[in-house]
């Protein structure tokens, strides 16, 4: 039996009411966006430790009328390499109600993929970071990157198979509101080259009998950022790589619209310790 184990760690979630801002349209080359900037379970659930009440939060402002403010509706960019199902799990989720966001961005070091070419056919703009190469008119420098993403307003950036190291400028212009999806349970099975099916098989040949999908806060580093949740697949004893990562990724599609969602309804809470807590959405006083 597999079973869903969510871990809370350090996340700050400030209270963002950027202004609106303009970002136009100029030209389309070769498919990728060109820009100008004007300045205006029910599955089984296991939680691990007692459920804890957190020691202080701000709740929802509540109306004259007795009801309570629902949050703003947050504004995510989505970064990707591949074919990014989980980019799509997260859309979809937002689109059908499940997250109280929307993807405004789709950021990729690969202009063609599978996760450029979805976004483009939803009407999503796509930026390539960084720039490439031999093709120096396309792609953004860093800077730039981070002058596009306050520019449309964005409040989370989500990770989603993207292979490239984040710069320093944008971790430290989105301080932990930057957040990751490893397929693996870290702090093992992480690092600069462990990605992808190189995971699954480093935890085959390990010997472990668990894996599984961990969401985790970007520092300027691989994989060393605090980690947020985890969820379980027990490893069979005749895997194949491929066939535990299909049973890790089917996790990583549940797991990262559940964090996407509660961050989206400002439900990361802090303890005194400075650990963070993510609060049920069934029950607000249990906190896990």
Same mark, same amino acid.
């Given at each position: 039996m597999e079973s869903r184990v969510l871990f809370s760690s350090q996340f700050n979630l400030p209270v963002n009411r950027t202004r609106e801002s303009s970002v136009a349209p100029v030209t389309l080359s070769r498919n990728v966006l060109s820009f100008s900037l004007r300045n205006p379970v029910n599955r089984f659930s296991m939680r691990i430790g007692p459920l804890v009440k957190a020691a202080s939060f701000t709740p929802l402002e509540v109306k004259c009328d007795g009801s309570r403010e629902e949050p703003v509706r947050k504004k995510l960019a989505v970064f990707v390499s591949g074919g990014g199902s989980n980019f799509k799990k997260i859309h979809e989720g937002c689109i059908g109600g499940l997250v109280k966001g929307d993807v405004v961005l789709l950021v990729t070091n690969k202009k063609d993929c599978g996760g450029a070419e979805y976004a483009r056919s939803h009407g999503i703009p796509v930026l390539v970071y960084p720039k490439a190469k031999r093709e120096s008119s396309d792609g953004l420098s860093a800077t730039e990157l981070v002058d596009v993403l306050r520019e449309y307003g964005v409040d989370f950036v989500l990770l989603a198979g993207y292979l490239k190291l984040i710069p320093?400028?944008?971790?430290?212009?989105?301080? /932990?509101? %930057?957040? #990751?999806?490893?397929? $693996?349970?870290?702090?093992?099975?992480?690092? /600069?080259?462990? @990605?992808? %099916?190189?995971?699954?098989?480093?935890?085959?040949?390990?010997? $472990?009998?668990?894996?599984?999908?961990?969401?985790?806060?970007? *520092?300027?580093? @691989? *994989?060393?950022?605090? %980690?947020? $949740?985890?969820?379980?697949?027990?490893?069979?004893?005749?895997?194949?790589? !491929? !066939?535990?990562? /299909?049973?890790?990724?089917?996790? !990583?599609?549940?797991?990262?619209?559940?964090?996407?969602? $509660?961050?989206?309804? !400002?439900?990361? /809470?802090?303890?005194? *310790?400075?650990?963070?807590?993510?609060?049920?959405?069934? #029950?607000? *006083?249990? @906190? @896990?």
């Open positions: 320093v400028e944008l971790v430290q212009a989105f301080p /932990k509101r %930057i957040l #990751n999806i490893h397929p $693996a349970l870290l702090p093992a099975f992480g690092g /600069k080259g462990l @990605y992808g %099916i190189r995971v699954h098989k480093a935890v085959l040949a390990s010997g $472990a009998r668990y894996s599984g999908p961990t969401i985790h806060f970007v *520092d300027e580093e @691989y *994989d060393t950022g605090r %980690i947020l $949740a985890q969820s379980t697949v027990r490893v069979s004893a005749n895997d194949t790589p !491929e !066939e535990l990562a /299909k049973r890790v990724l089917d996790e !990583e599609h549940k797991l990262y619209v559940e964090v996407v969602a $509660a961050i989206c309804e !400002e439900r990361i /809470k802090w303890r005194e *310790d400075g650990v963070p807590l993510i609060q049920s959405k069934e #029950n607000p *006083d249990e @906190y @896990y």
